[in-house]
């Protein structure tokens, strides 16, 4: 069984010294905006987990479910409900579907189009942070 090792909560676009020191501290790194509110407890290096579900209270694992899907559970979902829902969605980050692969490629394809220096081994969450800031930029530079 692979070692887990401590999540570092960092907002991206992470640069590329800061990434470096995290990682050579151990620590995995996810986006801020992942943190479910209030966990006090880390979360294991393999995505949210598997069966971690259990150690999060339902208010916490509401809010990790509405900061990765964008949607709040329904008020009336149960403990079982949330923590399976919890599960599943962390069983999609790991096996990463094909769409991932198609998505990755067109968000590497814009960045080389726009010019904008970045490493394709990166997440394809930091990828895509990034093209976001340069599309942002681009448009400020614009408008």
């Known amino acids: 069984m692979p070692k887990e090792r401590e999540i570092a909560y960092e907002p991206h676009p992470v640069s590329p010294e800061r990434k470096r020191e995290l990682m050579s501290a151990g620590l995995k790194i996810l986006d801020a905006r992942f943190k479910p509110g209030g966990v006090a407890a ?27 899907t964008g949607k709040k559970p329904h008020h009336k979902l149960g403990r079982e409900k949330l923590i399976e829902q919890f599960n599943a969605l962390n069983a999609g980050r790991q096996e990463g579907p094909a769409a991932d692969d198609q ?4 968000i590497i394809a814009d960045l080389a189009a726009m010019e904008v ?12 942070a990034l093209r976001d800031v340069a599309r942002e930029e681009r448009s400020n530079s614009n408008g």
């Open 103 to 106: 998505a990755r490629t067109e």
């Open 42 to 68: 880390q979360l294991p290096a393999d995505g949210i987990g598997t069966d971690s579900g259990d150690q999060f209270s339902d208010d916490q694992l509401r809010a990790a479910l509405e900061a990765s």
């Open 117 to 128: 220096e970045f490493d394709p081994n990166d997440a394809i969450e930091d990828l895509a």
